[in-house]
Nanobody, 124 residues
Framework: QLQLVESGGGLVQPGGSLRISCAAS????????IGWFRQAPGGERGGVSC????????FYADSVKGRFTISRDNAKNTAYLQMNRLKPEDTAVYYC?????????????????WGQGSQVIVSS
């Protein structure tokens, strides 16, 4: 049974850093692209970052470029999102997602599984 379990969210001050993890079970993560969406209170859910199965391609939303770094460890079936220089507007629930193939998604139809979400709050 395919499952994504997230960890590492929390409360951080503006300018601080957090790393959220997504551990996959029930399947071999190495065959699939993985990434994160986020949804702020009252907002829509949008793509933040993605990394292809072989790590040869990464995508970042313009709002996080230069501050967030996505990575993966296929041997551990786990992906990570390192978030630096956090801003209050980064406050959201972050959802780990896995695609149906090796490439990052173009549309949400290509996503096969969602994690439970990890709350990130950036506030002083």
């Amino acid at each position: 049974q395919l499952q994504l379990v997230e960890s590492g969210g929390g409360l951080v001050q503006p300018g601080g850093s957090l790393r959220i993890s997504c551990a996959a079970s029930g399947f071999t993560l190495g065959y699939y692209a993985i990434g994160w969406f986020r949804q702020a209170p009252g907002g829509e859910r949008g793509g933040v970052s993605c990394i292809s199965s072989s790590s040869d391609y990464t995508f970042y939303a313009d709002s996080v470029k230069g501050r967030f770094t996505i990575s993966r460890d296929n041997a551990k079936n786990t992906a990570y999102l390192q978030m630096n220089r956090l801003k209050p507007e980064d406050t959201a629930v972050y959802y780990c997602v896995v695609t149906r193939g090796s490439n990052c998604w173009v549309s949400r139809d290509e996503i096969q599984s969602w994690g439970q979400g990890s709350q990130v709050i950036v506030s002083s």
